[in-house]
């Protein structure tokens, strides 16, 4: 019998029908609207909203939505890319935009993105971080409040019709707003890249063919993915040149490095005894991680369309953290804990990878990882060298680890006679 090689591309968007989220509005005194539904509403129907990285599809999306009549603004999110976000902006205006956000999202996105999903130790297919998927609810989000504010009735995005950016980004608009229409032009257009240089250059967008990257890339302080080309053939070595945040680990220094890391309620406070908030942490983690080769992945994906795809990462601040906190929990959680939170890990990365975070079941295995979180306290000593991250040591306030019961050495209080009949 011929195996089936995926199943048909069948992807349920209304999953989250009904589902009324949390009011989320300058949640912790943050300064950020998320008053996305309610008030009096006349949502402009040619008026659109477009998610734009400052790359070609959105530049072109841009143009092409209003060739169509829709006037464009633009959201550029900054989650910790590298990417100079004042030319976004004007390249924005430049592709027919008549209004271009740029919103800094990064302290939103370590403390309700990324933080929750290091306390779920979130590896999809147990390797993948999830830093590309964390990002799109976040994106949704603020393109929803903008929406609301310029009084948009629909958003845009520029995602091809063959990942998962596309789902995440309407499930979670549809959660949040349901009455936002979602335009999807790079998917529906079928342009080739030749063609769409062509549209570029024939309607005055800048187009650097010459230092486009032969991959495609999406990055943020979590990580960095980087899809396509010749990864595309899995026999084939990533070449060097995919990678920025970290080296080889063959060519990373002889020596190891320690980092310890200071957790409180599952979450990183420190380095080296140095107290950080949340983005000078990972971003100082993926320099000293980086150096030494660690958080490289390469792995072939089951991606939600249907088909394996392989995928090329480099996360190393996530990797260095996941490895820590891990290390933390079993110091610190009960073996009963643990199990049960293994498999609430691995829906949390599900649910993440598949566009579902705000849903019910998310919010629920939210509420029981937090209350897990509550004694992974402490410092964990992380030893980085070629490509390795390391657990070389660990204390905790709230350790369940007794050492006069473990021992085999004197000052042994373990009762054995309590085993005498049942071993
Ligand atoms: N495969 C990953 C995911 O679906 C990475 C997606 C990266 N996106 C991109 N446009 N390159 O989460």
């Excluded at 190393?316 to 906190?325: E, M, Q, S, V």
């Amino acid at each position: 019998k011929e195996r089936t090689k995926g199943f048909s591309p069948f992807v349920n968007v209304g999953g989250t029908a009904g589902y009324k989220p949390v009011p989320l509005k300058k949640r912790d005194g943050l300064v950020w609207f998320f008053d996305i539904k309610g008030g009096e509403q006349n949502m402009g129907e040619k008026k659109v909203v477009l998610a734009y990285s400052g790359g070609l599809d959105t530049s072109v999306a841009a143009m092409w939505l209003t060739e169509q009549g829709y006037e464009v603004i633009t959201m550029t999110a900054d989650v910790g890319q590298s990417v100079d976000l004042e030319k976004a902006k004007n390249k924005a205006l430049h592709s027919g935009a008549s209004k271009a956000y740029v919103m800094d999202l990064k302290k939103e996105f370590v403390k309700e993105f990324v933080w929750p999903a290091l306390k779920a130790n979130a590896l999809y297919q147990g390797a993948y971080p999830l830093n590309s998927a964390l990002s799109r609810p976040l994106i949704a989000k603020a393109m929803a409040a903008v929406a609301k504010k310029e009084n948009a009735g629909a958003v845009a995005h520029g995602c091809t019709g063959k990942g998962q950016d596309q789902v995440r980004m309407e499930v979670c608009t549809n959660a949040l707003n349901p009455e936002l229409v979602v335009l999807a032009p790079v998917r529906d257009w079928h342009f080739s890249r030749e063609a769409e240089m062509e549209y570029a250059q024939a309607h005055g967008i800048p187009v650097l063919a010459t230092t486009a990257s032969p991959y495609s890339i999406d990055e943020n302080l979590w990580g960095r993915s980087i899809e396509c080309g010749i990864l595309e053939d899995p026999w084939n070595e990533p070449p060097s040149d995919a990678y920025i945040l970290t080296v080889d680990p063959w060519n990373a220094p002889d020596h190891q490095e320690f980092v310890e890391i200071s957790f409180e309620k599952g979450i990183p406070v420190a380095l080296n005894g140095e107290k950080m908030d949340g983005i000078a942490l990972i971003q100082s983690l993926n320099n000293l991680a980086g150096k030494h080769g660690v958080g490289r992945i390469d792995m072939i994906e089951d991606r939600l369309v249907g088909f394996k795809s392989r995928e090329v990462y480099e996360c190393p601040a996530a990797i260095t953290l996941i490895t820590a906190h891990k290390a933390l929990e079993t110091l610190t959680l009960d073996k009963k804990v643990l199990a049960a939170k293994k498999e609430m890990e691995t829906k949390f990365a599900e649910l993440t990878y598949e566009g579902y975070w705000y849903s019910p079941l998310k919010e629920s295995i939210d509420s029981f990882i937090n209350t897990t979180q509550e004694y992974v306290n402490g410092v964990v000593k992380v030893r980085l060298y070629k490509g390795q991250a390391v657990v070389r040591g660990m204390k905790s306030p709230s350790s369940i680890y007794q050492m006069n019961i473990a021992t085999y050495s004197e000052g042994d209080v373990f009762d054995r006679s309590n085993w005498e009949t049942s071993c």
